[in-house]
């Protein structure tokens, strides 16, 4: 079974600063360095493809190794910029907040 992307229809939006957050459930076996793009391409409503490369930001191999080699019991956190988003990746979920007074 999928695990749906979260939201819950308008109540992440921040309207007093104009923060849109979005959060994306990474799904069993999938890679965290493929959920932040994915994440990223749906609240920028830009296609993977046409963002900037990951990898200018971040080590795509060390954010998954994080994420997938460590104990469930290990609560890691991953904090970045990304495509003019502040990205936050725990072990189950990548959170996306993007200013709309940037724009």
Known sequence: MTKPYITDGGSDIDRSN????????????????IAVVRAVAAITNTPSTSLDPLHDVIDPDLLDRVFTETRDTVRARMSFAFN???????????????????E
């Open 18 to 33: 104009r923060d849109y957050k979005f959060t994306y459930c990474i799904e069993d076996g999938q890679l965290p360095s």
């Open 84 to 102: 003019g988003c502040e990205v936050t990746v725990s072990r189950n979920e990548v959170s996306v907040v993007k200013d709309e007074t940037e």
